[in-house]
């Protein structure tokens, strides 16, 4: 079946640092993959997403590349900002599995201090 | 706005008492969504619709049932709570009707079972 794996967190940094969370995926057929924040009190909200490898999704200074050979999507950024404290999930969508059904990680607590 | 309103936001009950979440969209869309969010689990499907009166298991569905008589309307059951369904619960809707695979998330619901 299909899974994804996320970094354990809570991940602290302090504002301007470099953000990397991992994130690798098992799937039967050829995901599409996503990442989703959460902010305190929220729904999630869709961040970025890559239908097909070596495609690189970015939205608000945040990057992630769909890597097939390493079944990886880690998400990047280059300098975080207090406003990105938040929960991120990275998140896999399989074609094959009917109702375009979502599979997620356990999700990871960003804190950024000023 | 994806248009998706959940009702109520939070719920307070005891065990063995009924309890129905709503999903309400305004957008029209065929595929809807429940989710429960737990600590180290990210967010498990529960059950989901592709259209009126079609509904599928996802991979938590015990204890719960759902209902779509209406394209609008998404209704989640639990017949007879139990605390281990105390829990933040999500409806999502799909855009993968209109060629893009893209889940759209409500505020969530916030239930706890006594």
């Known amino acids: 079946g299909n899974s994804v794996t996320q970094m354990e967190g809570p991940v602290t940094l302090s504002e301007e640092a470099f953000l990397t969370i991992n994130c690798t995926y098992t799937a039967t057929g050829y995901p599409s993959l996503f990442w989703y924040v959460q902010y305190p009190g929220e729904g999630l909200q869709l961040l970025l997403k890559?239908?097909?490898?070596?495609d690189k999704g970015s939205n608000k200074g945040f990057e992630a590349t769909y890597r097939k050979e390493t079944t990886s999507f880690h998400l990047e950024k280059g300098s975080v900002q207090v406003s990105d404290s938040a929960v991120y999930f990275c998140a896999l969508s399989d074609r094959e599995t009917s109702g375009s059904r979502l599979t997620f990680g356990e999700g990871t607590q960003l804190t950024v201090n000023p | 706005d994806a248009g998706i309103t959940q009702s109520p936001r939070h719920k307070v009950t005891e065990t063995g008492t009924p309890v129905t979440l709503r999903c309400h969209q305004t957008?029209?869309?065929?595929?809807m969504y429940w989710y429960r969010q737990d600590p180290g689990h990210g967010l498990r499907l529960i059950h989901y619709s592709y259209g009126v009166k079609d509904t599928d298991k996802g991979e938590v569905s015990d204890g719960y049932s759902v209902s779509r008589s209406k394209t609008e309307d998404f209704l989640l059951t639990l017949e007879s709570a139990t605390s281990s369904q105390t829990s933040v619960y999500f409806c999502?809707?799909?855009?993968?009707?209109?060629?893009?695979?893209?889940?759209?998330f409500g505020a969530g619901t916030r239930l706890s079972v006594l």
């Open positions: 890559a239908t097909k490898a070596d």
């Open positions: 957008e029209n869309h065929r595929y």
């Open positions: 999502a809707i799909s855009e993968a009707d209109r060629g893009r695979n893209i889940q759209y």
